[in-house]
């Protein structure tokens, strides 16, 4: 069992940044990928940003590349993703997953992520 407590989220106006970190309780497999994933009202949750826990990859939405980084901090077994140039689009509730084992590549898709944070809120004003 991985337990994930998001922090960071908040009120930012747009332009502005924001860094958002993801703590798992249990050290993360070399072949494990954390992702990001959001929730904006009436919307289905979208992929946002994953990294694989060896370093060797990451991957964005269209929608955030150039403006969002994933990191890892493999010591701490905590994700960041920091956040510059919001959006009200931005707007949304921020998840971090866990997908425990995954060969190669990282998922868009929320199916295969096994174990999910509460969610941190984000709040762009324009």
């Known amino acids: 069992q991985v337990q994930l407590v998001e922090s960071g989220g908040g009120l930012v106006q747009a332009g502005g940044s924001l860094r958002l970190s993801c703590a798992a309780s249990?050290?993360?497999?070399?072949?494990?990928?954390m992702g990001w994933f959001r929730q904006a009202p009436g919307k289905e949750r979208e992929f946002v940003a994953g990294?694989?826990?060896?370093?060797?990859?990451?991957g964005y939405a269209d929608s955030v590349k150039g403006r969002f980084t994933i990191s890892r901090d493999n010591a701490k077994n905590t994700v960041f993703l920091q956040m510059n140039s919001l959006k009200p689009e931005d707007t949304a509730v921020y998840y971090c997953a866990v997908e425990r084992y995954r060969n190669w590549g990282i998922s868009m898709s929320a199916n295969p992520y096994n174990y999910w944070g509460q969610g941190t809120q984000v709040t762009v004003s324009s």
């Open positions: 990294i694989r826990w060896s370093g060797t990859s990451t």
């Open positions: 249990t050290p993360m497999s070399s072949n494990g990928v």
